[in-house]
């Protein structure tokens, strides 16, 4: 009877292996740790890009999860809040490393992504994938890498790009202070600035949550200057533009960042914006303006999770997800050093990406310091919100 049963249970097995019947191995965990501000004066940018980074993991894994070489794995992300504060974004960093995670996504902040390299740059047992700082030397195209566009790459070509086609003779600048990429890259604008005939008559500064610019504003007033630019983050480009009107400055002004309209209405009136120019990247929604499939697809999903739009920067995080799984994928495992060296040949084409991405040397996605192409983006604010400019 036992043998008979035996038997029996021996074909059966053999049928369903042979007919794909036979109930799948469980796949393995592999936790990714991601660090962003889910808290804080950034939260607007960073639960979005939080949520993003979650929606492709889950994605990734109910298409079949990581292939890498024998074994499948499921992604389990674990978060972790900066508040945009560079000591609690290191402490968040040693948490996760305590608990064993050796890959990481994030940072949103350029000085929490600073204080943050010289701990994950020099440990080659570490993998980022940083999807928001654009600061200069804080990648370096061994272990950390960044799928966010940076400075020198795409927003300071863009706005070089903007300012020659509206052939200003001057203009003036106010930059903050507290963002290390902004003030690091100032001097080589301004020579570039110099070189297409543009002058820059005054050069002022702010900081992070400032709310009174009127000195400065007022001081570029009197100098009679074509255009303001400004190098701040939303919140205060939209205080700063409102006391610009006020103060009765009537030339141009140019934003340098990726304004989400909700935080922008919060701030300052249709009418105030009325005309306002942005040099930068390109942001979730406009990849779906322009009509991108993959976008849609992805914007589509997010909805159908959050119950609301992805913000700004939610594709850049999103993509980060398939890049860390392409490469793991290339690298045929899960040991840094692989995975690392995996992420220095990934091309553009390895990667099922939303991002408008170019190839650069072979078709890498990164060049040798770690650092992606992507295009930059002109815009004006018309109405109730920002529409594509000469496009």
Not at 13 to 34: N, Y
Not at 101 to 109: A, K, S, W
């Amino acid at each position: 009877m036992n043998l008979t049963r035996n038997i029996f249970s021996a074909l059966t097995l053999t049928l369903a292996l042979a007919t794909g019947l036979a109930t799948p191995l469980r796949a393995e965990t592999l936790r990714v740790g991601e660090i962003h501000p889910i808290t804080g004066p950034a939260a607007f940018f960073g639960v979005p890009m939080t949520n993003a980074v979650h929606l492709a993991a889950k994605e990734i894994n109910s298409a079949g999860g990581v292939k890498v070489g024998d074994v499948t794995y499921e992604l389990e992300i674990v978060t972790e809040d900066d508040q945009s504060n560079p000591s609690i974004g290191v402490g968040a960093l040693k948490k996760l490393q305590n608990s064993g995670i050796h890959f990481i996504i994030g940072p949103l902040n350029s000085p929490v992504a600073s204080a943050l390299y010289p701990i994950i740059g020099r440990d080659q047992g570490l993998t980022q994938i940083i999807d928001g700082a654009t600061s200069p030397g804080i990648v370096n195209g061994t272990n950390v890498f960044r799928t966010a566009a940076t400075l020198p790459l795409t927003y300071e070509p863009e706005l070089l790009k903007l300012l020659t086609a509206k052939k200003y003779d001057n203009i003036a600048i106010i930059t903050d202070r507290t963002h290390s990429g902004w003030m690091g890259e100032q001097p080589a604008l301004v020579e570039a600035l110099k070189g297409v005939g543009t002058e820059v008559l005054a050069e002022e500064y702010m900081q992070y949550a400032d709310t009174d610019f009127s000195a400065q504003i007022t001081k570029i007033k009197s100098l009679g200057v074509k255009a303001l630019v400004m190098r701040a983050y939303p919140n205060e480009s939209a205080i700063m533009t409102k006391q610009a009107r006020q103060l009765g400055f009537d030339g141009d002004i140019i934003w340098c960042s990726t304004p989400p309209p909700a935080t922008i209405k919060k701030n300052i009136s249709n009418e105030l914006m009325e005309g306002v120019l942005l040099a930068a990247t390109y942001m979730t929604q406009d990849y779906v303006r322009e009509g991108s499939e993959s976008a849609q697809k992805m914007y589509d999903a997010y909805k159908a999770a959050y119950g609301a739009e992805p913000g700004e920067l939610s594709v850049m995080s999103y993509d980060s997800v398939y890049v860390l799984k392409a490469a793991l994928e290339k690298a045929g495992s899960i040991e840094n050093a692989a995975v690392n060296a995996a992420l220095q040949e990934l091309t553009v084409d390895d990667v099922q990406l939303v991002g408008a991405y170019t190839g650069q040397d072979g078709g890498r996605l990164f060049n040798s310091e770690g650092d992606p192409m992507i295009a930059g983006l002109s815009q004006v604010w018309e109405g109730l919100g920002w529409s594509f400019l000469n496009k």
